[in-house]
């Protein structure tokens, strides 16, 4: 299967020490509130996911959740989490670190949209 979402090594670091910080952690890629199109790292819970959201998948354990409405713009491309230097200007818990999380994305091949990871969705 194909993943639809991965993270490089230097998202994982910082994931990993925002969990040793935080706990738990989740993702919500944002739909142009505050930062743009900025992915959002949350604790576990601290955002609310409803019937909106859609799970794409995990990185390092970590649900990485995207508005319904948005994955329309973007089913068609794989993801890769990422850091680089720098405050965003959004409530992400990297913040303080000075860095922040970043998208990079590129066109599925034909190949890869017939065996991709299935997606979830918020269970009541």
């Avoid at 993943?3 to 919500?28: C, P, V």
């Avoid at 944002?30 to 930062?35: K, N, Q, V």
């Avoid at 329309?72 to 200007?89: C, F, N, P, Q, S």
Wanted: glycine letters at 8%; hydrophobic letters at 35%.
């Amino acid at each position: 299967m194909i993943k639809r979402i991965e993270s490089t090594d230097k998202a994982n670091e910082l994931i990993a020490q925002l969990k040793d910080r935080n706990g738990d952690l989740m993702f919500h890629q944002s739909g142009g509130c505050c930062d743009g199109s900025q992915p959002m790292c949350f604790a576990l819970g601290d955002f609310k996911v409803g019937q909106s959201d859609v799970c794409l998948g995990t990185v390092e354990n970590c649900k990485f959740w995207m508005s319904k409405d948005q994955f329309e713009y973007w089913k068609h491309t794989h993801l890769t989490l990422d850091v680089v230097e720098g405050r965003g200007a959004s409530f992400s818990l990297e913040i303080p670190y000075g860095k922040r999380f970043i998208i990079h994305s590129r066109l599925f091949t034909e190949e890869e949209t017939t065996n991709l990871e299935p997606l979830t969705y918020l269970e009541d």
